[in-house]
């Protein structure tokens, strides 16, 4: 749930509110801003107080995001894309009917009557995207989970602003589809620590020692995915 909070300074701070079955706040600097994680029952009151405290370190975090922001994906010809680490370049032609999608390496290629039409342009390419990302993470998912000797769960994509991922008590995990843009290995990492939470629903040792188990490097992936957001939610 989004929220406005006006500092003592009289700026106005921004950020997601997300309650969870937790003891703790956890403040986070996202690519797209603040996400606090807070217990269901601490009062709103005692939050915006935290707020404050922390407030030259949410400021210092949120001017180094602004800087490091990439721009957002101008949805014209020739425009470079990411598929799976990799760099694609957006093809636009005018045709008088709209074609499907065709994907060759590098490239990929989309055909309609308006190619000035940056809201068709990027449903059509979004469109693309979430379906190769289905397709993609479920495969994924299969052979990990087989390799974690854990139930094949149901996958579904998520548009989440500042999560990768997610695995709730029905044994079902959501990814974004904006993952599709990153190297295969941050894929497969964000993917075990989902399945991971099959095992142990929380972020204990015991939780981190199942992660390991499936991705042992688990420690860089988080890092190297910290760099790669700002790209990924380019688009």
């Not at 003891?23 to 709103?44: D, E, M, S, W």
């Amino acid at each position: 749930m989004s929220h406005t909070l006006t500092l003592p300074s009289g700026e106005r701070l921004d950020y997601q509110l997300e309650r969870r079955q937790r003891r703790t706040v956890g403040l986070k600097i996202t690519a797209t801003g603040l996400v606090i994680h807070a217990p269901k029952r601490i009062a709103q009151s005692y939050l915006e107080s935290l707020i404050v405290q922390k407030s030259d370190w949410i400021r210092k975090k949120l001017a180094a995001l602004t800087e490091n922001k990439l721009p957002a994906v101008q949805w014209e010809d020739n425009e470079q894309l990411l598929l799976l680490g990799s760099a694609i370049n957006l093809s636009i032609r005018l045709e008088i009917r709209s074609k499907a999608i065709v994907y060759e390496p590098g490239l990929l290629l989309l055909a309609l009557p308006d190619p000035n039409d940056t809201a068709s342009i990027s449903r059509k390419v979004i469109q693309w995207y979430k379906k190769q990302a289905m397709t993609d993470f479920s495969r994924r998912l299969e052979i990990l989970s087989a390799k974690l000797g854990v139930p094949l769960p149901k996958l579904f994509l998520s548009n989440a602003k500042s999560r990768w991922g997610s695995c709730n008590s029905k044994k079902e995990i959501r990814l974004n589809w904006r993952l599709l843009q990153a190297p295969p290995h941050i894929i497969n990492y964000v993917i075990c620590h989902e399945l991971a939470h099959l095992k142990e629903m929380n972020h204990s040792a015991k939780f981190w020692a199942v992660v390991a188990g499936i991705y042992p490097d688990y420690k860089t992936a988080e890092k190297q995915l910290k760099t790669w957001s700002p790209k990924l939610h380019s688009m």
